[in-house]
């Protein structure tokens, strides 16, 4: 039987350890247990909302109404050699550190722009999650051969990858419904210099990105020719700060939780970066991240 919990505090599921309370909530290990909350919610006439590795969410002070389906349990990965690919079934609670250590295995690419995102495979699905750098493969359309949607009705529906819209930092074509199933595959063709290429990778990221401090990674999206970073930097927003929420001063697409943040703050700290990079350089930034519950003033 899934347990279904009232008032349950969502910061410690979040990467930014910001945010108010579900009204209810669960963790269910199973797609039965997904189909058994989706039922429950259906007939008690609540919202649905879907929560899975927490990193590029920002969840309201107020909290989220409903039911929020957290998928951080939904987790398990199988891989095999077919015809020269190694071919992977993934549940979509999945992390993405945990789908890098079989392609580090296998010594593959994939490996390489994996090492550098947070969070669960469903995410990296619905943002087509990726890196700047130029790696191949360097976003999830390149490595994805279907998903499977579980639909309001209970029903599963397989979508082929070439069914499905993928653009940056977006995928759509498959909605409405939560993925819960994500097959992948990538040539055999080991690269025995890989495990070097992820120690460096990282050891640069570590340098230049604020890993010891709470985030959501990215904030914005790069606008197209330039860096979202440098336009922030630009502006010398590096270092400002609401509350406990602050523009990382190693990188300026990073807002980092100095202590204590409220989720109002970060919020506060993006829309001081969005209406001044417009005002001062003329871009309007799109933010990356997902607003979840009630922000509403």
Sequence with gaps: ????????????????????????????????????????????????????????????????????????????????????????????????????????????????????LPGDLGGGIVMNAGVSEAFVPREFAEIVDWIEVLKADSSLQKYAAKEITWKYRNSQGWQPGIIVNIGLSWPMQADTSILVQVKEANRIRLQKQPLDLPSCGSVFINPPGKKAAQLVESCGLKGYTVGGAQVSAKHANFIVNVGKARAADMAAVIEKIKSTVLKERGVALQSEVIFLGDWTD
């Design 1 to 116: 039987m899934l347990d279904i919990q009232e008032r349950i505090k969502l910061d410690k599921y979040t990467s930014w350890n910001v945010g108010g309370e579900a009204e209810y909530f669960c963790l269910p290990k199973t797609l039965a247990e997904i189909q058994e909350a989706q039922a429950w919610a259906l007939k008690n006439k609540h919202p649905v909302t879907i929560l899975g590795g927490g990193s590029n969410v920002l969840i309201s002070d107020k909290g989220v109404k409903g039911l929020t389906i957290c998928l951080r349990q939904f987790s398990g990965i199988q891989s095999k050699e077919v015809s020269g690919r190694l071919t992977l079934e993934a549940l979509a609670g999945t992390s993405k550190s945990e789908l890098l250590k079989v392609f580090l295995k296998n010594k593959l690419a994939p490996a390489l722009f994996l090492a550098g």
